[in-house]
């Protein structure tokens, strides 16, 4: 594998450049995803509009890739080379009130990717 990717980042508001970054080993309880295909939705070009350069933000974080790498402690249905999709959200937390109800799209306690 690579030491380093590609990504498009901010660099002044409403500025994208191509930059290189190192390859992030994945903290347990995750893995990493090469991307094969990426969205950029309408909070993505707010963030590209108004980001603090500084931040170093890459916008993006609906994702289609495989799965390159796996952190510690992640659970064995996820498996190197597997296909994956990422949405903004990582799931519902099935514990609060909303996901009991069965109200799973108005979970407060959802993860956000990116």
């Not at 450049?17 to 950029?40: D, F, S």
């Not at 500084?54 to 974080?61: D, E, F, K, Q, T």
Request: glycine share 14%.
């Amino acid at each position: 594998m690579t030491k380093t990717y590609r990504a498009k980042q901010v660099t002044a508001p409403g500025r994208l450049e191509l930059v290189e970054r190192p390859v992030p080993t994945p903290p347990p309880g995750e893995v990493l995803i090469a991307v094969e295909a990426c969205g950029i939705c309408g909070a993505d070009r707010s963030d590209i509009e108004n980001a603090d350069p500084a931040a170093g933000r890459v916008p993006g974080h609906e994702v289609v890739g495989r799965i390159v790498e796996i952190g510690a402690h992640v659970p064995q249905m996820w498996q190197k080379g597997q296909r994956v999709g990422v949405g903004r959200f990582g799931g519902p937390c099935l514990e609060c009130s909303a996901c009991r109800s069965g109200r799973l799209q108005l979970c407060r306690n959802q993860p956000v990717m990116g």
